[in-house]
């Protein structure tokens, strides 16, 4: 009779995880990345919301020093000449709402006719053949490594024989048809389109207008858009060129206003409080916009570069 032999169950223990390291100092870097990132925005708020006279007291506090929403009553216009002096800030006040809408139509025109004509341009680089093309390409291309400074006493001297200075179609012409940049961009895209989809609307009887307005503009609405926002936020931004040519209330936009109204110094000193409301609205836009547009922005880019 066969012995029977029992064998007790040895208990494995599980092996030990060890500590992720380095993923504890990656994020721990990307959150130092992200504070020191957030901080001006925070002292920008932190300001706004401040009395003129409590920063001038306790400039190093990092919370409000006599929190008050009077700084954003004048970036806005609410305040009266009387009560912005006696708050410190300067009676001059800032018509808000006009520059605002100034920067609007200024950013909205470069921006749609930007993207149109650079998509066009784009399409006709990558997709119709005809003699010189990668040449012609490549010297437009060329114009991405020019200081855009280099162009500006050309481009006011262009304005000023159209007549266009201190208008607002004069502050968008410049930027408004192409960039380099802008076509590249949308060329790498248009390059990946499946050739097989545009033979196919050929055989149908389509042609090459209907087919860029009704195949490719379609198929291509993410980097459009991606295109869209980065344009815009260009344009929102910029600075100098608008101070170059608009010299009234009626052409002039929401970046140049603010550094007049910084240069509205009163006795007391420069109104901060004010100036970081006024700053910290007009930004909240482009925060707004990019933050919805984020995610799409990046896998755009990394798309558009990779193919």
Not at 150 to 156: E, H, I, K, R, S
Not at 215 to 227: E, K, Q
Not at 258 to 284: E, H, K, N
Request: hydrophobic content about 55%; charged content about 10%.
């Amino acid at each position: 009779m066969a012995a029977v032999t029992t064998t007790t169950p040895t208990h494995v223990r599980p092996a030990r995880r060890r500590f992720p390291f380095g993923r504890a100092v990656a994020w721990t870097v990307m959150g130092l990345i992200v504070l020191i990132t957030l901080l001006p925005f925070y002292w920008i708020l932190r300001t706004a919301l401040s009395t003129n006279a409590g920063l001038n007291a306790d400039p190093t506090n990092p919370l409000p020093v006599g929190l008050t929403t009077s700084g954003f009553e004048r970036a806005l216009g609410l305040q009266s000449a009387e009560e912005a002096i006696a708050q410190g800030g300067a009676g001059g006040g800032l018509d808000f709402w006009r520059y605002l809408l100034n920067s609007v139509l200024v950013s909205t025109l470069i921006t749609v006719c930007q993207i149109f004509f650079s998509a066009m341009a784009a399409y006709a680089f990558s997709r119709l053949r005809w003699r010189g093309r990668d040449k012609v390409f490549g010297l437009f291309l060329a114009g991405m490594m020019v200081p855009a400074i280099f162009t500006l006493l050309p481009n006011f001297v262009l304005i000023k024989q159209l007549h266009l200075v201190d208008t607002l179609l004069g502050i968008a012409l410049p930027t408004m048809f192409m960039t380099p940049f802008a076509v590249f961009f949308l060329r790498q895209f248009f390059m990946n389109i499946p050739k097989e989809v545009e033979e196919a609307a050929l055989l149908d009887g389509a042609g090459k207008v209907k087919i860029f307005f009704r195949v490719v503009l379609p198929m291509a609405s993410t980097p459009i858009v991606t295109l869209g926002v980065l344009t815009y936020i260009t344009s929102w931004n910029d600075y100098f060129w608008p101070l170059m040519v608009s010299y009234s209330d009626s052409s002039r936009v929401l970046t140049v206003a603010l550094a007049i109204f910084r240069a509205q110094t009163p006795a007391t000193g420069v109104d901060w409080s004010g100036l970081m409301a006024a700053t910290l609205i007009a930004a909240l836009p482009m925060l707004v916009l990019f933050a919805c547009f984020a995610r799409r922005i990046v896998s755009s880019i990394g798309f558009t570069g990779i193919k």
